[in-house]
């Protein structure tokens, strides 16, 4: 299977798009410090041709790889207070070393995510992949995806990062093992695919919700595998594809277990207050309106935010992309003790 892949060469696919590319090179790990700006030309033509889907590398396939590190990708659209409560989470709540790279796409924000987001990649804070259009989640994805891909090529194996977390920007990690503990049973199971099953879906098996999907991607980024679609449901083919080929996914219970908290439908509730009425899920947002946040069912959802927001707040009063980084790099600050986070 590994050496035809390699003889097909690149695949195209239609949901893919390359935008402006600034990445930090020197991301959560030491490194030169360096930023790469890719356009075509100038500033504003920030959309290129299609994008080619670039497969895991296949010396990745059936190695020992490196436990314990992954990149994580997060897909923004207007959510700029909440990616940024994400991002203090990685650095502080995760033990240090923990990530190799934070790769965030942005599909066009209009709301000061895409200033933002530049200016804490100049900091070498993240990788930002930068569209200037709405390219949806699953099309986003598939960016992040292809683009680490190319980098993993050419890594050396003590630098590589053979696993990647997909999360959503309207998350808030709450514990310390949300990363070693669910990479651990994917490691043990042999699993393509981690995340926390819904009831409801397309798959009568149950559908992971990609609000936290951890996945190998030497499984699961090949072209026997269909990439993210843009639906609703947009893990749905892959994981349909995935079950046939008897590749494991695994159901962890990172909300019902606190490894995270899910404010739920964070974006969608952007879209409902901006009125745009030019998304394809407007009339999907406009239903989600009144009830965000959700917490995804956690009964002390409101609670633990609550909490969390003061801590944010206390470390980050006023949010630049120097505060933030600033915060995100203090790891041995301590937290104040008048707040009292209720999942430690």
């Avoid at 960016?143 to 890594?155: G, H, V």
């Avoid at 990479?183 to 009831?199: D, N, Q, V």
């Avoid at 989600?288 to 633990?304: A, F, M, R, T, V």
């Amino acid at each position: 299977m590994a050496s035809a892949e390699s003889q097909r060469g690149q695949e195209k696919h239609p949901a893919l798009s390359r935008g402006l590319l600034v990445r930090a090179s020197g991301g959560l790990r030491n490194g030169a410090v360096s930023a790469l700006r890719w356009v075509r030309r100038g500033f504003q033509n920030r959309v290129l041709e299609p994008c080619v889907r670039r497969p895991w590398p296949i010396q990745q396939v059936g190695t020992d790889r490196i436990a314990g590190r992954l990149s994580v990708v997060v897909v923004n659209y207007n959510t700029m207070d909440l990616i940024a409560h994400l991002l203090f989470t990685l650095y502080r709540v995760l033990p240090p070393g923990s990530i190799a790279r934070i790769v965030v796409v942005d599909n066009g924000s209009d709301d000061g995510s895409a200033h933002l987001l530049t200016d804490l990649c100049r900091l070498r804070i993240i990788d930002l992949l930068l569209n200037n259009r709405q390219m949806y989640h699953g099309p986003a994805l598939n960016q992040a995806l292809s683009y680490l891909a190319s980098q993993e090529e050419s890594a050396s194996p003590d630098l590589g990062m053979p696993y990647v977390w997909i999360v959503d920007s309207d998350v808030v990690v709450l514990r310390p093992d949300s990363i070693s503990r669910p990479l651990s049973y994917l490691r043990r199971f042999g699993a393509g695919m981690l995340g926390e099953t819904s009831g409801v879906g397309l798959l009568s098996q149950g559908y992971l919700e990609p609000r936290s999907l951890l996945i190998d991607p030497a499984l699961v980024w090949r072209r026997s595998v269909p990439p993210f679609h843009e639906s609703g449901e947009p893990a749905s083919a892959m994981q349909l594809a995935l079950r046939k080929q008897c590749i494991p996914l695994l159901n962890f219970p990172y909300c019902r277990d606190q490894y995270l908290l899910h404010l739920g439908a964070g974006t969608l509730k952007q879209i409902a207050r901006g009125n745009r009425k030019e998304n394809s899920y407007y009339d999907w947002a406009i239903d989600w309106n009144d009830l965000w946040p959700h917490y995804s069912g956690n009964e002390n959802g409101k609670q633990i935010h609550e909490r969390f927001l003061d801590w944010f707040h206390y470390e980050v009063p006023e949010l630049s992309a120097i505060q933030l980084a600033r915060a995100c790099r203090n790891r041995g600050r301590t937290r104040p003790q008048v707040i009292r986070v209720p999942w430690r």
